[in-house]
DNA sequence: GTCTATACGGTGATAGAC
DNA sequence: GTCTATCACCGTATAGAC
């Protein structure tokens, strides 16, 4: 692989991880064998631009990653579960969750970064956009599918935040159970 | 007010903004006009113990503030309508949230340090406690109220996450329209 | 209890050889 | 395109006077 996309790579995961200001230049550097010069010859503005770099690519995944899984199941329902079931097995296996949320960046920059902020709310909108041509297709409204939609982005986000606060799959799973309740009594 | 009082309530509130790596010691001794000595008396162990306080005393308040709310409606649904709108005159006035969240320190702090870890743990603890005390006097099985609490205060974190990236009150406007249906059809 | 001055490590970033 | 050496700066933390 080539020595930027390695960078991105490895960046991407340490930044999920750990967030942005906890994850110093040369730990990345280090994790990927690469060389500060390497670095700033490939992202000349330094850190925030391969966080941004990372985001984007990140983008591309979750959105490639949440359709396969939409296109296998015939309801949001089914489809809502079996991502959920996705987080929890990453979360199992690696005791974080990497892939799928960001949360510790958002958290951190998008008061501070307003290039990050945005990279960050077109990650989300990708997110709600499946989500609502979902509902859409199973019946629903516009106007509820919208806002279903946010709902489900909102209670999936802040379901992984309390794993990581509790060290448990628990939220994940009772919000799994839960949600399903709200989709059929609409 | 005394120092180490003044010391807590001004890290506090600049932790909750910008998070725990962002706010620099110094950062906060400006903003509270006390010197590094003062501090370091109060807080031996120096920023963490700092914050673990700032987190038990932030466990007082968000307790008393929801509690009141909650005395003050009959069912859950209104008692939770009302805190989101406090949740949301907050962000309108000031920008960022404060007093209620601290979703910024749990996704940097919660992977790297046990103590800070588990008094947020405890603080969400508090959160849904209240919740399921009000569904169980709604007349909710024990289980439906365990669960639908947790629910509630995934979606809400996650809402406020979803405002701070959006730079909006929408995605707490829509779950305060979408949470009751669910609270009313179970 | 509070102050100032200082130590020391690590940070992001740059320069220049190859 | 990649390396090493070096930069200035800011972070937390400490020491000792008052």
Known sequence: MDT???????????????GYKTVGLNEILK????SKGALYHHFPDGKEELLITCLHALKEDI???????????LTTKDAIISTIDT?????????????????SIVSEMATMSEPVRKACSELYENIERI???????????????????????????????????KQST?????????LPNL???L
Do not use: W
Request: with cysteine; charged share 20%; glycine share 4%.
């Open 131 to 165: 989500y609502c041509a979902k509902l859409l297709s199973d019946g629903f409204s516009d106007e509820t599918a919208v806002s279903v939609s946010l709902l489900l982005t909102a209670s999936i986000e802040g379901a992984m935040m309390l794993c990581l606060t």
């Open 183 to 185: 989709l059929e009594k």
């Open 63 to 73: 959105t490639t990653d949440i359709e396969a899984i939409f296109s296998k199941h």
């Open 87 to 103: 987080l929890i097995n990453s979360f199992e296996k690696r005791g974080t969750i990497t892939g799928y949320t960001f949360s």
């Open 4 to 18: 930027k996309s390695l960078l991105i790579e490895t960046a991407t995961i340490l930044f999920q991880e750990k």
């Open 170 to 178: 628990n939220p994940l799973k009772t919000i799994a159970e839960q």
């Open 31 to 34: 994790a990927s064998n690469v």
